[in-house]
């Protein structure tokens, strides 16, 4: 099967003109789609939220030659491929081994069943409200839930998403609503969106410390996961969603250590 037509399949359900609308409104980077073409036939892929070691060894032990990621393998232009640095390492590995390479973004992100998507269903079931919206997607949700102790919906955040290593600010008390943003979503925007639709926490991850302030002394709490934890949950949904449209045969990695 020809690597475009297997990217026309993914592109289908969560097309790049997202990421393209987002970078464009909202001031983001990202770097979506074909990154890497070895000119080859896909015979089977691998997907995985990162081109890893670990992903391209999976790829080469079970005969794919494709590998779908979620974070873009290329995010910064690069003037050079060095076998001494780990990106430079990766891409020339997945060359020599005829590995193509799909990134597929802030699409994932931003898509109506996207990954954004899914860590609010974790944590609440249900999405209420989107925060900002672009022609057809959003990225940031904010959803009411059963009240519950701060304390307790952070145990049910950890066991959900397969992570102990979580940072949780702020005092216990009830919680009613909660917003979400996959990965390092957490900026100005983001809060401001969060208190206007009533949250009593946000959940994100790579939170910088002026925005954790900020988030405090709004009077919402914090709870913080790691940035794989956050998007691994919902990136291998939508691979159990793709799996049998693309034509080949898949498999899904999960670099483990890093939840």
């Given at each position: 099967?020809k690597?475009?037509?297997?990217?026309?399949?993914?592109?289908?359900?969560?097309?790049?003109?997202?990421?393209?609308?987002?970078?464009?409104?909202?001031?983001?980077?990202?770097?979506?789609?074909?990154?890497?073409?070895?000119?080859?036939?896909?015979?089977?892929?691998?997907?995985?939220?990162?081109?890893?070691?670990?992903?391209?060894?999976?790829?080469?032990?079970?005969?794919?030659?494709?590998?779908?990621?979620?974070?873009?393998?290329?995010?910064?232009?690069?003037?050079?491929?060095?076998?001494?640095?780990?990106?430079g390492?990766?891409?020339?590995?997945?060359?020599?081994?005829?590995?193509?390479?799909?990134?597929?973004?802030l699409?994932?992100d931003?898509?109506?069943?996207?990954?954004?998507?899914f860590?609010?269903?974790?944590?609440?079931?249900?999405?209420l409200?989107?925060?900002?919206?672009?022609?057809?997607?959003?990225?940031?949700?904010?959803?009411?839930?059963?009240p519950?102790?701060?304390?307790?919906?952070?145990?049910?955040?950890?066991?959900?998403?397969?992570?102990?290593?979580?940072?949780?600010?702020?005092?216990?008390?009830?919680?009613?609503?909660?917003?979400?943003?996959?990965?390092?979503?957490?900026?100005?925007?983001?809060?401001?969106?969060?208190?206007a639709?009533?949250?009593d926490v946000?959940?994100?991850?790579?939170?910088k410390?002026?925005?954790?302030?900020?988030?405090?002394?709004?009077?919402m709490?914090?709870?913080?996961?790691?940035?794989?934890?956050?998007?691994?949950?919902g990136?291998k949904?939508?691979?159990?969603?793709?799996?049998?449209?693309?034509?080949?045969?898949?498999?899904?990695?999960?670099?483990?250590?890093?939840?």
């Amino acid at each position: 099967m020809k690597l475009a037509d297997v990217y026309k399949v993914i592109d289908g359900l969560y097309p790049k003109r997202l990421s393209d609308e987002y970078v464009e409104k909202f001031g983001a980077r990202d770097n979506s789609g074909i990154l890497v073409d070895t000119g080859d036939e896909i015979e089977g892929a691998v997907f995985s939220l990162d081109l890893s070691k670990g992903a391209i060894e999976e790829a080469k032990k079970s005969g794919a030659n494709l590998i779908v990621t979620h974070h873009p393998a290329i995010f910064f232009p690069i003037k050079n491929l060095l076998a001494d640095t780990p990106l430079g390492k990766r891409l020339i590995e997945c060359v020599r081994s005829g590995i193509s390479v799909i990134s597929m973004h802030l699409n994932m992100d931003c898509a109506p069943n996207g990954i954004d998507h899914f860590l609010a269903e974790g944590i609440c079931g249900s999405v209420l409200e989107t925060c900002e919206k672009i022609d057809g997607g959003s990225y940031g949700r904010v959803c009411s839930i059963v009240p519950v102790l701060f304390s307790e919906l952070k145990k049910r955040i950890g066991k959900e998403f397969c992570t102990s290593r979580l940072l949780a600010y702020g005092e216990d008390g009830r919680i009613g609503k909660v917003a979400s943003f996959c990965g390092a979503g957490v900026d100005d925007s983001s809060v401001a969106h969060a208190k206007a639709l009533g949250a009593d926490v946000i959940v994100s991850s790579d939170v910088k410390h002026n925005y954790i302030c900020d988030i405090l002394e709004s009077g919402m709490r914090l709870i913080v996961l790691t940035h794989y934890a956050s998007e691994n949950y919902g990136f291998k949904k939508i691979y159990q969603g793709l799996s049998d449209k693309i034509g080949v045969p898949s498999r899904y990695h999960e670099d483990t250590f890093m939840l």
